[in-house]
């Protein structure tokens, strides 16, 4: 029997097929539909209770931005860059792995002193999956150059 073949097939052709069979059920488990990206996002926030309290998590076609994920959330006056970082880190991450592209980042921060203080921030999902998933950019140039306030 030939070495370079297995069941008849050219073993690369064989371990190329059996990559395609392993990892095209991977992508599809690994999507998230729209209908499970706010429980998917209420999931990591609950995860640690020191961080902000969510308020809600949608997904809206903007006609600017695209399909934008907005996170509401509740800050703490002294921590609220950090409770705004992990929101934006939580949307990157879901973002990441939904079903239909999200262009988008919103995230809405309510800090209750003296009144009410709202901070709205946007970055694009794509910049924002690079520094808080992939860690490929570090977070001070993201900050700098790809968050914006509105």
């Not at 690369?12 to 729209?34: F, G, H, N, T």
């Amino acid at each position: 029997m030939d070495s370079h073949l297995f069941l008849g097939v050219p073993v690369l052709k064989a371990r190329l097929i059996l990559i395609i069979l392993v990892l095209i059920p991977l992508q599809i488990i690994s999507q998230i539909p729209d209908g499970q990206i706010s429980r998917n996002v209420e999931k990591y926030f609950s995860m640690n209770h020191s961080d902000p309290a969510l308020v809600s998590a949608e997904i809206s076609n903007d006609f600017i931005h695209g399909r934008t994920l907005t996170i509401k959330i509740i800050g703490n006056r002294n921590t609220k860059q950090k409770d705004l970082a992990f929101a934006f880190a939580v949307g990157s991450a879901v973002a990441n792995f939904a079903a239909k592209p999200i262009e988008m980042l919103c995230v809405q921060v309510d800090v209750r002193y003296k009144g009410l203080e709202t901070s709205v921030a946007i970055a694009p999902v794509a910049c924002s999956v690079e520094a808080m998933v992939l860690g490929e950019t570090d977070f001070e140039t993201w900050w700098k150059d790809c968050l914006q306030f509105l």
